[in-house]
């Protein structure tokens, strides 16, 4: 029995490999799955290193309004009210400007965890990016890196946060103070009419998830430039692949 389920396995793998080869020459004749395969990885490897290295530098987040991280929805009631007081909106644009940082600082924690999603491509994954969306590749990326991703920016983003502001308080616990007023008043007839809302998630829960988010919307715009644009093919093999496309 065990005999008879390894060789269906072993058949199962032939077709799908026979198949992988059938629209790999449907959609790309004369090139090998293994060119096919090195090409995607080669433009993943170019759209994740770009997408790191820009975000990184200061203000890649802070200043590009595609991605610029800003205090959650849910607090808009409660920030339109703190910007009534004296001195309020220099608080919250402190706050801004200190979560877009931690942001910033944390970029290139991405950059061995996407090498190592990269190298572990089969052919299979490769069909279904060649044959998916234009951003197939950064979605394939995504669903193999997020959690490890969301693991190795949060301690780096808390700890960015963490650091005192101007006055000596952090941005961590100037937010903390913020969703603890947020919270009292939310329940009440007063708060109730304001529109508040509890909130139950920390700074940097929300600074990764939504750091990580810019991430791959960089990534994705890099996809797409070397799928339909041949100057964004910078090596040979993005040339070959793409080109023939």
Request: glycine share 6%; proline share 3%; charged share 20%.
């Amino acid at each position: 029995m065990k005999k008879t389920f390894i060789v269906f396995i072993s058949l199962l793998v032939l077709v799908a490999c026979d198949k992988a080869k059938e629209i790999i020459d449907e959609v790309l004749p004369g090139l090998t799955e293994e060119q096919v395969v090195e090409g995607l990885k080669s433009a993943l490897v170019v759209g994740t290193d770009t997408a790191t290295y820009s975000l990184h530098q200061k203000n890649g987040y802070y200043n590009d309004p595609l991605v610029k991280i800003l205090l959650p929805d849910d607090t808009k009631a409660l920030i339109e009210n703190i910007e009534l007081i004296p001195g309020g909106a220099s608080l919250l644009n402190d706050l801004i400007v200190r979560m877009n940082r931690a942001a910033e600082d944390a970029a290139t924690e991405a950059t061995p965890i996407f090498v190592n999603a990269i190298s572990s491509m089969t052919i299979s994954d490769g069909v279904t990016i060649l044959k998916g969306a234009d951003d197939a590749a950064t979605q394939y990326l995504k669903s193999k890196t997020y959690e490890s991703l969301v693991a190795t920016f949060q301690p780096k983003i808390a700890a960015s946060l963490d650091k005192p502001l101007i006055g000596g308080v952090s941005a961590s616990e100037t937010w903390e103070q913020l969703r603890s007023l947020n919270n009292s008043i939310a329940n009440t007839l007063v708060g109730q009419l304001a529109g508040l809302t509890t909130i139950n998630y920390t700074l940097d829960e929300h600074v990764t998830r939504k750091g990580l988010d810019g991430l791959f919307v960089y990534v994705a715009q890099e996809e797409k430039a070397i799928r339909h644009d041949p100057l964004a093919r910078v090596t040979e093999i993005l040339k070959k692949v793409f080109g023939a496309i």
